[in-house]
């Protein structure tokens, strides 16, 4: 069943995969006249690309977009905007031994029992190129999002055991090192631990933090759609994410009431602001006008040089050892991944939500 | 926009509020020919029914389901399911007072954002009530995948501080203890921490796992409709619910690729196994017929007595001490609303799974 | 798979066989606000109500609607609205020879292919009945598209070869005869010709027009979401309609461009107007801002009291006559099912257009 | 809101403008192990090319088709399938008069009212063009039926007055004439017909009619996804398409019930048959296993060399003559658009139909 569409009114259905032809994404329900160029998309792919520090794959994308169509004179039409990103650096001959055997941690296995065969050449649909298209998506959906003053701003929280220090936050100091850790004695640290970490053939997981700001009081919906649940999919649908919270997350389940409800109070013009923000923003599935705030965990890359055990398609036990160039960390590379995706899902549940009162339908139409 | 449809090939869709007439779901694309009857939700909604300890609210709701269609002679007719539970111990004068000003950690702020304004009586659509209908259709989704060997079992992993002793674990004594606990001491030990708290006039929260059992490999699809991205929304859409992790979770966050990655053996005639299930039974977003292990962070109720600053909608800042009904922590009832999400997750993915493959779909219409 | 929800931003989920404990509807994603009362619904229900004329079955029920949901204090809350009509006449004696041969023109054959087996009586999920969630749907439907200034008019256009004459179109006269048709005397006519077909054991088709008037120009999508196709799938989704047409429909193939074409002429305030309307108010599937109108054709009921030839379900030839109470024409009470599918589907793309444009979004959202 | 995407199991995401980069289509949801290669789908998009015939324009396009995605080794992997047909013969100057103006029976106006502006060029997504992605994704989806049985053929039913004669048909002269009618003669006429409306600067609408053959009974949902209700949509969604029916469509409305109803007789093996097919194969909106047979009546060309009134963006009358290369009609370049539409359609519902039944699903899963 088709499973590369997201969203609802705002979607993206992304193709491709990273030894054929190229990647993209189709962005439909854009609305119209929203100011677009490839540079716009270009920025957010750049942030993502390989070849950044020796903590990211060697190999060499310029991942140049092409947008086809939907936008004409500068302009978003109102219909769909395909973006193409060609493969380019396609060193099939890499892969040709993985075709044999499956992978620890890799989908190779469980792809093979779906389908019959898989499109083994790195990893085909199931590698990271994959998120090509949601980044190009996100960075349209980002311009909707700036356009009604909304931000969203995802960094890394942790490499391994290193976290920020909330003392030493700084989101200027994100932009600085290629862990886009927003705490430059964190990120020192965080490279310490990944050096080490290669030298062991090893590799390394990590937790990225996102906030988004400006989002106005009533996105989300009870029940299904809730913003929670919304954000949960959108980011656990990104490959190698294990876990997901909002606010104060699983620590939420060891405080009390007391401690975890936020107290609302008087706000200005006579408006209603929050004391605390334990909710991360969210109350009962909808936005409450506070920051939304929500984290997820990556595990470490599965692609490490030490030897493992494995099985080969035909269930003989071989030992391998994975070769090829690939991220002894994924979490740098998935912050602006990650960013994509919250700001896609928000822009969708604006859309979503002007629907929701009779008294704006009126005016929206009878005006 | 419509948001109380959940699932593809298999939906529910559920409505009602707290103390409106009723509460109920409609369950939709379920397979003709499953036995099913009344007391086979019934049994599925006795689980979360009020006044089960002194852990749950004293409402004394009987919630019996009467099925109003799409069943004929004790089957499924593969017409939609609709089923209806009546609400009945209706004290809405409990509730008169808090239309007036917004309690704290619940959604009474943000439903009067999005709508304008809102059924205040016990929180309207907010309510736990809601979730009767997802643990009916649950009790339908659950049946359907008993006929295909899949179980679905969920417990209290944790109360506040109190957690589950691996080495004390036993199914068993689950349904021994009211707080579904798995382990007799831990449940002695957390029902002592909520009498501390409810002396305090104070709440707690948990954490619930759940294990998919029998799954086969293959279901869940690459990129959007992951199953881990799935069950994320499903678990993420139900009421205070903060947080979601798959295996290992935010712990993989932490640890090394050697350490977090699976190895393959040959398993029994031909097949293959995993050594180990760190990645909780799902790898690129697909079943790899392992157990599927994830868990939910649960806050704690909202609703506590001690006073607590808030707001009237004209603004005022007030002091208010919620009355009424309410558990003392929510995770004991929530148990079976996982296990409800989870069952019906996974029967429309191993539905919408049915059409992966040329050489099967020809294999189903050929033969 | 399921396929009894209708709409993508309002949704309506109907369920329910003819004998079984009811019929009824979710409808999902009505904006709060909206003035609603079970009498709202009662006055749709009771134009499709059997034992209306001696045209329509003697089936005897009331089809009382209770609203379950989503009202509060008179007003839609924005939550899903539930309503139930519980079934009362249900004469399953009538029905319990046709368990064994399959009716001509009817779904009973086509269901045990589908299903294996079905709930016979009185066709089950296939009879009449299940329209009269789609009635009681479309009548919130209409009560939304009203505050909008939009009506949605169905009639009776021909009953087998008496077509309302354009010359004494009156829809005055619509609402005085039983056949709902805008002209007495092709009224009366239709009557004489149906007396005719039950004297012969035989029945009729006819053809029923619809008008949606004060819809605004821009209604409707290119490509998938035309308004045509929409309202093409909502009409063709009626049992027994074999035909739709807008505009000029099937004449149109016989019209040359200069004959078709509207032309555009100034209107008022600077505004534009077309001097005909050919084309039925939809150019390239968008609304024109002229009046909507199409058609439906109905097949004559197929249960006819005449012998016909057909199988036993283990395949042997018998010879049958339908007995029990059924229309010898389907259209009259059809009218208001049009209506209803029509005016959901106005109410759907209206919500839809909303975020067509950017300069309008910000509007929404900034002021 | 997206407008773009076809389909439930198996989609199709179309995008592109007239004078943009390009056209394509992202079909997602085909199953895998499917043979498909280029040359597969260059063959459906030859016959919808221009340049074909005197009747169709002159605009020189290769149309060549490049498959993305989706595809390895000459297989379907499941994963999506995109399309790309790069735009060549752009003569944007021939369009640039018409930014200022309305087209009559054109979308200009509708495009200007929805979305604040358009790509004028070519009539941007509502062009013709846009129909390029819907016949690549009916050459995958036709592909798939052949390997279940199933085929679909589409012909000229009808050009202006001249009609295919019941007692001429023959479908291997179909593809002998131009305007793809199984009937030479009828071709012949429709020839001279033709000729006549260029010399009078005028055009032609006409009929295609299609039949599916070798669709199993059982396909097709009661209610809102009829099988019915899904091919109109999808042949209502084409461009310039203003009426359908299926079986004996709006004449069934003229029939009585005894004329109408297909009588049910033994058939081969203990199986059953009809002894007519007035149904057009669809009873109660599913396969009855019978030839399902539809019709589309298409509008004229709306572009024509006669002048004609209409006037600018800003409601100023002017007189206009459309210049620019345009078919004086439709019908041949749309016949193999319909057969896509419904070979997707039938596609789609033959997946969706899988999941109808329990023992089959057992039977599925547990072999």
């Excluded at 060499?60 to 650096?89: C, W």
């Excluded at 969210?282 to 965990?297: H, K, Q």
């Amino acid at each position: 069943m088709a499973g590369s569409t997201f969203g609802r009114i705002l979607t993206m259905t992304t193709w491709g995969e990273s030894h054929g032809a190229g990647v993209g994404v189709v962005v439909d329900g854009c609305p119209a006249g929203l100011a677009l160029c490839e540079e716009d998309v270009q920025r957010y792919l750049d942030r993502r690309k390989p070849g950044q520090s020796r903590f990211t794959t060697k190999r060499n994308e310029s991942d140049r977009v092409e947008i086809l169509s939907g936008v004409f004179e500068g302009q978003t039409t109102g219909t769909p905007i395909s973006m193409l990103v060609r493969n380019q650096d396609q060193h099939s001959k890499d892969y040709s031994e993985i075709a044999g055997y499956y992978r620890p941690g890799h989908a190779d296995y469980t792809f093979d029992q779906k389908y019959g065969f898989r499109d083994y050449r790195g990893g085909g649909r199931s590698s990271g190129r994959e998120t090509i298209g949601r980044v190009a998506a996100g960075a349209v959906a980002a311009g909707f999002l700036r356009e009604l003053g909304v931000t969203v701003t995802a960094y890394t929280k942790s490499i391994g055991p290193v976290e920020v220090d909330p003392g030493r936050f700084s989101l200027e100091e994100c932009g600085k090192n290629k862990l886009y850790m927003p705490d430059a004695v964190a990120a020192s640290e965080a490279e310490a631990f990944l050096e080490e970490k290669m030298a062991q053939r090893d590799s390394a997981g990590g937790v990225v933090e996102c906030v988004i700001s400006g989002l106005p009081a009533g996105v989300g919906d009870p029940v299904f759609e809730k913003l929670s649940a919304g954000l949960a999919r959108a980011i656990c649908s990104i490959g190698a994410v294990k876990g997901f919270e909002i606010g104060e997350g699983f620590r939420a389940a060891k405080m009390s009431g007391t401690m975890n409800n936020d107290a609302f109070l008087p706000g200005k013009n006579g408006g209603i602001r929050k004391a605390t923000n334990h909710a991360g923003g969210i109350l009962g599935g909808i936005s409450d006008g506070s920051d939304i705030i929500f984290r997820a965990a990556f595990k470490p890359t599965p692609s490490i040089a030490s030897e493992q055990k494995t099985v080969t398609k035909t269930g003989e036990a071989v030992s391998v050892s994975i070769k090829g160039r690939h991220d002894p960390i994924i979490v740098p590379r998935a912050v602006v991944v990650v960013e994509a995706m919250a700001a896609f899902t928000a822009a969708d549940m604006l859309l979503v939500s002007m629907s929701a009162r009779m008294d704006r339908i009126k005016a929206f139409y009878l005006l």
